[in-house]
């Protein structure tokens, strides 16, 4: 039993110190916030309740879209009061 209970804490023991000895890479790490678009906008979420159920469901987009439904939805509005 002495052996077998030996094999797996050599196995540990070689394997923290192969763990140990790794040395640092020598590139620095590439920056990922650098890559990001400049005119990405910050998204606004808001909460809208959906006919026939209790639970309200989370909605994000940014400004500019919030402002291009909103006006699509004013251009419908009017031309649903204009006469045919």
């Known amino acids: 039993m002495g052996k077998f209970m030996m094999l797996p804490v050599a196995t540990i023991l070689m394997a923290s110190g192969a763990a140990a000895h790794q040395t640092a890479p020598t590139t620095p790490p590439s920056v990922v916030a650098a890559a990001k678009p400049v005119t990405a906008e910050k998204p606004i979420c808001r909460s809208e309740e959906t006919t026939g159920s209790r639970f309200s469901k989370r909605v994000c987009h940014t400004k500019a879209e919030w402002n291009a439904m909103a006006a699509d939805g004013v251009a419908a ?7 045919h």
């Open 77 to 83: 509005l009017e031309a649903s009061r204009r006469p």
